[in-house]
């Protein structure tokens, strides 16, 4: 169809598309305005003023809970997550190039960890840990939460990239005798990196995120997306606001930074081949 | 994405030619490589699954877990209206969702496959539908208060515009905001496969319809649906298995109003009775992936979803 002129289906279609990513990004826009109302302002508009009041108060320690222990928590186990995403998902793709016992099962297993009820997951492992006598906390059954959810997307990363990966680059830094290990480092790696940031970015933000599977699993001290999850309860101020404008904001940066970072390699590799 | 168009059939997988002199490390290497892989689902999704199995045939009182074995759990759970009542409220969130993320996101991947022309424009649309999927879940739902409340926009702009002369009620924490939602927050788990799906059509096909004389519409039903069926099984099993394991949007959204199984669940839990909680869960993991049986049938996801590059045109852009 794209060798024909536009139809009327086409700007009826993109209207459709305009108004879904309106849709989508609508409500942040809105809370994001009002993160900015006066002190006196209230959780709906009217815009009472406009001043970072509700800005100032999340950093006091009384108005929200234990913001700044969460975040610092938060940011750890994302990072944790997200360089254990990349190097088992990048492990496990490198492995389903080639054929292996256990395949097929290690698969739907894989799929089985995204549709598995998050819920499940928590209680189960909330369960293991407790019938074993093992403290839950953060960094140790949250984390392995956290992995049964961006390891399966990281492995379905991996399966794209390897299906349309030409295999001669490989063969051509065999032929000129690099080890196995040097044509991963030197070839295979390079060409790949733009997707492994991929990983990397959904590895970091779906930790970062993550609640369903963390309720259960975080022990004593709460991630920011608990933390967050309780003032639902007990916070009726713009406060509210303002920390979805700040998490939100952080996590824009992040996206930001990895979509620029895979431009500038793909630019600086166009620029090379020219 | 696969911008290649690719031809229908062909080798399940793409897969490195190997020489002899390398062929057992390869094989040595792969098991090293699947190993962790392996042990993490082993040890967080085997083992759990496992240990709510075990604890939903265990006692309990009101502290404690007591390992000896019972049927009270499911006799409790079977045999209460509730849980019935709730199951039901519980695929009525799950079907309206799931047409709503279906015509949606078919309609949005129809046009980024088919209407729009550049691959750059492509992977920036597609990109602008993902990027609030990398943002928090939790934000995302509380952002509707200002826009459904009694005092929200919506109701605003209707009373201004004199379609009502009331605010509306039931536009936030009601069953309506649950569903609206859930659409916000999953529509993109339809969309994405559907478009992979989609790009993967041979346009030459679509090409050949119209040639023997196939209207638009008729391209779309005998063409681009039966073509997409994979990507529609994909998404439908992601939105089903995410809606129906849902408490925090069923809670948030609808204040305590509605019921969903997953709040069923969180609620046992908070009130320590783990047992109930894990006999409810083994009862919706059976219904979950008896579920998801029922779409698969027929439809290979596996070769979906490892990439499958029929025609061995692999190239590295």
């Known amino acids: ?274 | 994405m696969s911008t290649l168009p690719v031809a229908a059939g062909g080798t399940a997988r793409a897969v490195a030619p190997r020489t002899h002199r390398r062929f057992d490390f390869a094989r040595a290497a792969a098991y090293f490589q699947a190993a962790p892989l392996a042990i993490v689902f082993l040890c967080f999704l085997v083992f759990p699954i496992v240990a709510i199995v075990v604890v939903s045939f265990f006692d309990y009182d009101s502290v404690q877990i007591i390992p000896r074995f019972t049927l009270e759990n499911y006799r409790e759970l079977l045999f209460s209206k509730v849980t019935w009542e709730t199951y039901l409220n519980t695929f009525r969130f799950a079907a309206m969702t799931w047409a709503a993320t279906l015509v949606v996101g078919f309609t949005l991947s129809y046009f980024l496959a088919f209407h729009v022309r550049s691959t750059l424009m492509q992977i920036a649309l597609s990109l602008l539908c993902t990027v609030p999927f990398w943002t928090s879940n939790i934000i995302r739902m509380i952002s509707w208060i200002p826009f459904l409340g009694r005092n929200g926009l919506l109701n605003m702009a209707l009373v201004r515009l004199g379609i009502i002369h009331q605010p509306l009620e039931f536009l936030l924490f009601s069953d309506f905001a649950v569903v609206l939602a859930l659409v916000h927050l999953n529509t993109f788990f339809m969309m994405i496969p559907i478009f992979n799906s989609m790009m993967r059509i041979d346009r030459s096909l679509i090409e050949a319809a119209r040639d023997a004389g196939a209207r638009a519409p008729q391209v779309l039903w005998n063409v681009v649906i039966p073509l997409s069926k994979t990507g529609i099984a994909i998404g439908s099993i992601f939105v089903i298995a995410l809606v129906m394991g849902d408490f925090i949007t069923v809670r948030l959204m609808s204040r305590g109003q509605s019921a969903s199984v997953g709040l069923m669940m969180a609620n046992s839990i908070s009130l320590l009775q783990y047992p109930a909680a894990a006999a409810n869960a083994v009862l919706l993991l059976i219904l979950v992936l008896g579920m998801i049986a029922g779409i698969v049938r027929g439809v290979d996801i596996r070769r979906e979803l490892t990439g499958a590059n029929p025609g061995g045109t692999a190239t590295n852009e």
């Open chain 1, 1 to 274: 169809m794209s060798d024909r002129k536009r139809t009327a289906g086409f700007y009826l279609l993109a209207g459709f598309f305009g108004l879904y990513v309106l849709f989508l990004y609508g409500p942040t826009i809105t809370i994001a305005v009002l993160s900015f109302q006066g002190p006196n302002g209230g959780l709906t508009f009217p815009m009472n003023g406009h001043s970072l009041h509700w800005f100032a108060n999340l950093f006091q320690p009384q108005m929200v809970g234990d913001f700044g222990g969460s975040l610092e928590r938060s940011l750890l186990l994302g990072a944790m997550v997200m360089a254990t995403t990349v190097v088992v998902s990048l492990a496990a793709g490198l492995a389903y190039r080639k054929r292996f016992k256990g395949d097929t099962p290690l698969f739907y297993l894989a799929v089985a960890s995204l549709v598995v009820p998050s819920i499940l997951v928590s209680l189960g492992i909330g369960l293991m840990f407790g019938q074993s006598g093992l403290d839950t906390a953060w960094y140790g059954s949250a984390y392995g939460a956290q992995l049964t959810w961006t390891l399966p997307f990281g492995l379905l990363i991996m399966f794209a990239v390897f299906s349309r990966f030409n295999p001669s680059y490989e063969e051509a830094a065999r032929d000129l005798g690099a080890s196995p290990w040097q044509t991963l480092r030197h070839v295979v790696l390079p060409i790949i990196a733009p997707s492994l940031l991929g990983v990397a970015l959904f590895g970091f933000t779906l930790s970062y995120d993550e609640f369903a599977r963390t309720l259960l699993t975080a022990g004593e001290d709460n991630t920011l997306p608990l933390e967050i999850y309780a003032m639902t309860t007990n916070i009726t101020t713009p406060v509210l606001y303002a920390l979805g404008t700040l998490t939100t904001a952080f996590s824009f940066v992040v996206i930001g930074s990895c979509i620029a970072a895979v431009l500038i390699i793909q630019r600086r590799r166009a620029r090379r081949a020219a």
